[in-house]
């Protein structure tokens, strides 16, 4: 697993598109390479290394995902119903999986349709 920071700088020799996942979840990632999708994890995105064609895993507060949008990258929602009986709990790959967790795209744009990108 990778660090448990936010990476703070992108390397000139990265490649483009890159694939994020956003979570402090070791099961969403272990959930995500099951599903054939590898990416680099970060706890928290710095929207700054975002460039056009990345795209982004996760769950993200929606000014960042209309972010990751206007900076012309892809969101992908890790979407799960967690049940009252589960929250606040780790959830494991196999868990996640018997609660039908799912990637669904958004196209995130707030109403004003301006974004302030940061930096």
């Known amino acids: 697993m990778n660090p448990p920071h936010a990476i703070a700088a992108r ?44 795209q982004v895993y996760g769950t993200l507060p929606l000014h960042l995902a209309a972010e990751v949008c206007a900076r012309g ?24 999986i018997a609660l039908g967790a799912r990637l669904e795209e958004f196209i995130v744009l707030p109403a004003s349709g301006h974004v302030t990108a940061t930096g």
């Open 11 to 54: 390397s000139a020799a990265s490649p483009s598109p890159r694939r994020w996942l956003v979570s402090r979840h070791p099961g969403a990632q272990l959930w995500l390479q099951h599903h054939g999708i590898v990416a680099t994890t970060v706890h928290h995105l710095d929207p700054t290394l975002i460039s056009p064609g990345d």
């Open 73 to 96: 990258a892809r969101f992908f929602f890790l979407a799960l119903d967690v049940p009252v009986s589960l929250r606040g709990q780790e959830i494991d790959m196999q868990t996640m």
